[in-house]
């Protein structure tokens, strides 16, 4: 049962009461599978007689993989919060649970017993006293027990591993699943490390560093920022230092930074030189692909100018950084839009006539269905696409399914002669069936442009979306009418192109909800083709540090 939490701004939900049904059973079924990583994840620490998996998960992975799980926890919570809708209460207790199963391991060990077994002439079973070859001791009283603590944090699962790349994988469709809710998140991660000789030549690089990260906040302030000691807290400091090793690498804290949710590393280095001159770098790497996205650096100089060089260089990666997160703090359009267009025929048709091919006057029956399943799907992705003022770079996948299929029976009465005999008159019957299918689908990037008047009114415009390449198949096979069997048929490939081409829609924005569009519209019939047009979308306004 669904239970609706009161909205204290007392506006109503989005989904109906059915709508909101689904989308609990569609979280609740998520979170199981998120129960079930947590399980392959802490697998290698079980002492199974049994293991399914082959543990190769670093530390390190596997404390993002949970604490990631934890994230996407949360904006379940989020998405059934924004629809008012409460998950229900646990219903059971752990230890009933727990004795419960122990119960059906008394009954699978009782089982094993001599009696129970049919054994092979011949075969005698043996029950060593002692030696534990059938008898299991289990306590079936079972104490009280400790509730978990689970760590929600902000990080994202990024590995060079094979394995750990499948699980980031099924974790970003999870959280595609939920878009609209984390499209309310923050922006982008970054991660700063400074190093540096120890004495004036850290001091430097910590002064760089931190200087990067106010101007950071100042003009991206929805962007999340953490330096070299939250990521050694989060992945413990001992294997921090284990890590690193004995010399940094860009590779290596590229992959730290991916490990602990961070799309960008900045690192700071500074080195003092045998005549006390002190020269400092810093460079900007992608941990998505590892690459370095900026680098600058100070010409080497004393102590006290190397301060004023640190100033300007940090003005320089600053400027550098302005144009790798444009866009990331600016309000923008997120949701989809969708159009379909349908088509349903299913009809029966009798008429006298003659047949096919040799004309013979005939009582005929012809049996018709076609389907036409034509849909663009369109999904607002200005964060992983761009966005540029009121344009939304959006995601599109078109389908496009079309099947014919038409059975034409024939019946009647016509003169037949066979050697050696006279003429007579004989039923015939005589049928043809042909079979139309074609297909194709395609995803393109496209921009969105979205545009809202003074007056409230808005027009949703996506100005080209290319046709979609079709290909098919056209089938005949039968029987013709006639005193001789005169079986036929035939393939034929085929091709075509569809699609919705454009989309042009006009509404007018609701003043309690004005940072939300919301409609659907819909023309002609199921039978002759019916063309529907729904869109949802929200403005974003990301969060500010």
């Not at 289990?138 to 104490?143: A, I, K, L, R, S």
């Not at 006390?276 to 080497?300: C, E, F, K, L, N």
């Not at 100033?311 to 990331?328: P, S, W, Y």
Request: overall charge positive.
């Amino acid at each position: 049962m669904v239970m609706p939490i009161p909205n204290a701004a007392g506006a109503d939900a989005l989904l109906n009461e059915h709508q909101q049904r689904h989308l609990l059973s569609s979280c609740q079924h998520i979170d199981k599978l998120l129960g079930d990583i947590e399980q392959i994840v802490h697998s290698s620490a079980s002492r199974s007689v049994f293991p399914r998996y082959t543990s190769t998960l670093t530390a390190v992975q596997k404390r993002v993989a949970i604490d990631y799980v934890a994230r996407i926890r949360e904006r379940l919570l989020a998405a059934l919060r924004s629809q008012h809708v409460a998950p229900p209460a646990a219903h059971g207790h752990d230890v009933f649970a727990i004795r419960t199963i122990l119960t059906f391991v008394d009954i699978a060990i009782e089982e094993l017993r001599p009696s129970h077994m049919r054994l092979a002439q011949g075969v005698v079973f043996v029950d060593t006293p002692g030696q534990g070859s059938l008898a299991l001791a289990y306590c079936p009283t079972v104490g009280s027990s400790k509730e978990p603590k689970t760590m929600f944090r902000k990080i994202r699962a990024t590995s060079s591993t094979t394995h750990s790349s499948a699980l980031c994988a099924a974790l970003l469709l999870i959280v595609l699943f939920a878009g609209a809710a984390m499209a309310q998140g923050k922006g982008s991660s970054i991660m700063t490390y400074a190093s540096g000789t120890p004495g004036a030549g850290k001091s430097l690089a910590d002064m760089v560093r931190n200087e990067i990260g106010i101007g950071l906040l100042q003009q991206f302030p929805c962007v999340d920022q953490m330096d070299d000691d939250v990521a050694a807290a989060l992945v413990g400091l001992e294997r921090w230092k284990q890590l690193l090793g004995a010399e940094t690498s860009d590779a290596t804290l590229a992959e730290i930074g991916g490990a602990v949710g961070a799309r960008y590393i900045i690192v700071v280095r500074t080195s003092v030189l045998p005549n006390g001159d002190i020269y400092t770098s810093t460079v900007v790497i992608d941990t998505q692909t590892a690459r370095m996205v900026a680098s600058r650096d100070a010409p080497p100089a004393k102590p006290n100018d190397a301060v004023t060089a640190g100033k300007a260089l940090v003005n320089q990666i600053l400027n550098d950084l302005a144009n790798i997160l444009k866009g990331q703090c600016d309000e923008h359009w997120t949701g989809s839009i969708s159009y379909s267009h349908r088509k349903e025929v299913s009809k029966n048709e009798s008429s006298a006539g003659y047949s096919s091919g040799q004309h013979i006057p005939a009582k005929i029956t012809v049996s018709t269905t076609e389907r036409l399943d034509e849909t663009a799907d369109i999904l607002l992705q200005a964060m992983a696409l761009g966005s540029s003022g009121d344009s939304t770079m959006s995601r599109v996948v078109q389908k496009y399914h079309y099947q014919k299929d038409v059975i034409r029976n024939e019946s009647g009465t016509t003169p037949c002669r066979e050697p050696g005999r006279n003429p007579y008159r004989r039923d015939l019957t005589g049928d043809e069936k042909e079979i139309r299918t074609q297909n194709g689908q395609n995803t393109l990037t496209v921009p969105v442009t979205i545009s809202v008047s003074p007056t409230g009114d808005y027009r949703i415009m996506v100005y080209k979306i290319d046709k979609v390449k079709t290909t098919g198949r056209f089938e005949r096979s039968g029987n013709l009418m006639g005193c001789k069997p005169n079986p036929f048929s035939s393939i034929a490939e085929t091709d075509g192109v569809s699609g919705v081409g454009y989309i042009d829609l006009k509404g007018k924005v609701d003043p309690i909800k004005a940072d939300i569009l919301v409609g659907k519209i819909v023309e002609g019939d199921i039978v002759n083709g019916q063309k529907t047009w729904s869109w949802n979308l929200r403005l974003v306004k990301p969060k500010k540090n």
